[in-house]
C-alpha cells in the first residue's frame, strides 16, 4: 500500500507567526500561521487526499469509506465512527488563550462524542519558554471562577519549562 499523503489545513489564529511558513516552508497566502493541521479530519479543517487513488476525497471521507477501511486504518478502526486524531504544527508566537480538556466522561455528560487528549512534541522554542499544564493547586468552584472572574487565574496555573533538545 502507498504512503497517503494530504494538503494540510491552514488555521491563522491571533497569537500565530511565521515560523511555519519560513522554517517548515508551509504555502499558503496567510500572513499568520498559527497552525497546519496535517492530518485532520475534523470538522473545521479536513484535509484532502493528495495522492492520484484517493485524491480530492477528505479524510473524513475515506475513513468513512466501508469498502477500504479496515484495509487503509487497520481492523480497530472499523468500531470508530470518526478518525481519531488531530495531528499539527503550533507556532505560538504569542500566548494561547486557556483551554479546558474534559475527559470522555465528563465530554459525554455534556452533549459531546468524546473528551481531549492531547500531547505535545516540541519541536523548537525559544530560551525560557514555558506551556501550562493544569492548575498548580486544587481549588474549588468558587475559588476558580473568582480567579477567573478577577484575572487572577495566571497565578494558579502550572507552569512547566520546556527547551530544545540537543
Not at 71 to 99: H, T, Y
Not at 101 to 117: L, S, T
Amino acid at each position: 500500500m502507498e504512503i497517503i499523503f494530504m494538503e494540510p489545513v491552514y488555521k491563522d489564529f491571533i497569537w500565530g507567526g511565521n515560523f511555519l511558513k519560513t522554517k517548515l516552508g508551509k504555502k499558503t497566502q496567510l500572513k499568520k500561521v498559527a497552525e497546519s493541521w496535517e492530518i485532520s479530519s475534523n470538522e473545521n479543517g479536513n484535509c484532502i487526499i493528495k495522492n492520484e487513488q484517493y485524491g480530492g476525497i477528505t479524510l473524513k471521507e475515506l475513513f468513512s469509506n466501508k469498502n477500504v477501511k479496515e484495509e487503509i486504518f487497520g481492523r480497530k478502526s472499523m468500531k470508530l465512527d470518526d478518525f481519531p486524531l488531530l495531528i499539527k504544527f503550533i507556532d505560538a508566537k504569542e500566548n494561547l488563550s486557556i483551554q479546558v480538556h474534559p475527559d470522555d466522561q465528563y465530554a459525554i455528560k455534556k452533549g459531546f462524542k468524546n473528551g481531549k487528549n492531547e500531547m505535545w512534541y516540541i519541536l523548537e522554542c525559544e530560551k525560557n519558554a514555558k506551556i501550562v499544564g493544569g492548575l498548580n493547586t486544587e481549588l474549588s468552584k468558587k475559588n476558580l471562577k473568582y480567579a477567573i472572574e478577577n484575572n487572577q487565574i495566571k497565578e494558579y496555573l502550572n507552569y512547566i519549562n520546556i527547551r530544545k533538545r540537543g
